[in-house]
């Protein structure tokens, strides 16, 4: 079944911020790592550490927008729960870090 007139806005929408919000994401961690530089030896370790589980969450969260864009109309909703969720976890994830590394 395909998205009819309004279900289709609204999935091109959710996609589009979707889409947008990553963008964020992937900047954000850029400039984290940039100032990641500036930790001691020890700090630097854990922070490498708590990257690569962000990145994974990151790449989790691509990998289910990638699935909701092929989403049909029947598992939109379940689709959106899972994106809505990753991208939950990666926000919980990046503020962690950020707030832990601001400290330091």
Same mark, same amino acid.
């Given at each position: 079944?395909?998205?009819?007139? #309004?279900?289709?806005?609204?999935? @091109?929408? =959710? ?10 994401? #992937? ?8 100032? *990641? ?5 020890? $700090?630097? #370790? @854990? ?22 864009? $092929?989403?049909?109309?029947? $598992? ?9 969720? *990753? ?6 994830? =990046?503020?962690?870090?950020? $707030? ?5």
């Amino acid at each position: 079944m395909a998205f009819g007139g #309004e279900e289709k806005v609204e999935k @091109k929408t =959710y996609q589009n911020q979707a889409e947008e919000a990553l963008k964020g994401f #992937e900047q954000k961690m850029e400039e984290m790592k940039g100032k *990641a530089a500036e930790l001691k030896m020890e $700090s630097k #370790e @854990k922070f490498d550490q708590e990257m690569k589980v962000l990145k994974q969450k990151k790449e989790a969260a691509d990998k289910k927008l990638e699935k909701l864009k $092929s989403t049909a109309a029947e $598992s939109w909703d379940k689709m959106k729960a899972e994106m809505d969720n *990753a991208m939950d976890d990666l926000k919980r994830q =990046y503020d962690e870090m950020k $707030s832990r590394f601001r400290k330091e």
